[in-house]
T-cell receptor
Framework: GNSVTQMEGPVTLSEEAFLTINCTYT??????LFWYVQYPGEGLQLLLK?????DKGSNKGFEATYRKETTSFHLEKGSVQVSDSAVYFC????????????FGRGTSLIVHP | EAGVTQFPSHSVIEKGQTVTLRCDPI?????LYWYRRVMGKEIKFLLH????????ESGMPNNRFLAERTGGTYSTLKVQPAELEDSGVYFC???????????????FGEGSRLTVL
């Protein structure tokens, strides 16, 4: 079956530090890959996505590249801000059959001033 | 436009009691999903409605869980009787179509936190 593995958190950084949150996946076929973010007191929202190998998704300074050879979709940001403090979820949707997204466990990011 | 709303935001009950969670999707969204996140673990799929019909309920853990979506509008998720392992955050999400969900256009509520003592 499909699965998503994320690094355990929390990840604690100082403002302007470089961020990487690792995500690897197991899926049949060619899934679409997503990062969702949940800010405090809010629901999850789509941050970025990539639908095929070597695609790079980007939004709000965050980037992730779909790496089929390593089955990975690591999230990166060059300079984090306090406002980036949130929980980040990696997710996938299979290329065939069910359209139900499969999520990882989430990684909490805490950014200190 | 109102987003996905869930009620209650937090519920604390004793083992053996009943709890009903409610989700109001975005107006016009035929697809409604329930997910659950147990502390620190994956967000796990529970079930998927298309309008009032259960499209996929493969994630429902057991028959203590009952989900309904009367008239294809809001949905309720009842847990009866609640057990300790049911504690977690229950998320509801909606999308206009299944295809849009596949594209990531899934809109989530803030979640209902359930604590079973």
């Amino acid at each position: 079956g499909n699965s998503v593995t994320q690094m355990e958190g929390p990840v604690t950084l100082s403002e302007e530090a470089f961020l990487t949150i690792n995500c690897t996946y197991t899926a049949t076929g060619y899934p679409s890959l997503f990062w969702y973010v949940q800010y405090p007191g809010e629901g999850l929202q789509l941050l970025l996505k990539a639908t095929k190998a070597d695609d790079k998704g980007s939004n709000k300074g965050f980037e992730a590249t779909y790496r089929k050879e390593t089955t990975s979709f690591h999230l990166e940001k060059g300079s984090v801000q306090v406002s980036d403090s949130a929980v980040y979820f990696c997710a996938l949707v299979s290329s065939g059959g069910s359209y139900i997204p499969t999520f990882g466990r989430g990684t909490s990011l805490i950014v200190h001033p | 436009e109102a987003g996905v709303t869930q009620f209650p935001s937090h519920s604390v009950i004793e083992k053996g009691q009943t709890v009903t969670l409610r989700c109001d999707p975005i107006s016009g969204h035929d697809n409604l999903y329930w997910y659950r996140r147990v502390m620190g673990k994956e967000i796990k799929f529970l079930l998927h409605f298309v309008k009032e019909s259960k499209q996929d309920e493969s994630g429902m853990p057991n028959n203590r869980f009952l989900a309904e979506r009367t008239g294809g509008t809001y949905s309720t998720l009842k847990v009866q009787p609640a057990e300790l392992e049911d504690s977690g955050v229950y998320f509801c999400a909606s999308s206009q179509t299944s295809g849009r969900a596949r594209s990531g256009e899934l809109f989530f509520g803030e979640g209902s936190r359930l604590t079973v003592l």
